[in-house]
């Protein structure tokens, strides 16, 4: 995957956080943004077999600077809403 652009989410690393987010697949880049409060991410992958999820979570856990495996998704797994816990 290439190299995440967006917002730095390192001071909002904590345990137990919630992020929500507004998901846009099959966009022409990787891109996170936060607009007015709210998370929205653009990922190049398709919606199909957990491909657009999987690249999503290496995306947040990029701008948090964790592992990929510390994030949960919680709600939203076939919606372009989603909810991911860090664990």
Known sequence: MAKARGPDLRDRALPGAEFALRVTPRAGRNL??????????????VPEDGRANKAVTELLAEALGVARTRLTLLRGATSRDKVFRLD
């Open 32 to 45: 996170l943004s936060d607009e007015n409060g709210q998370l929205k991410a653009q990922v190049t992958a």
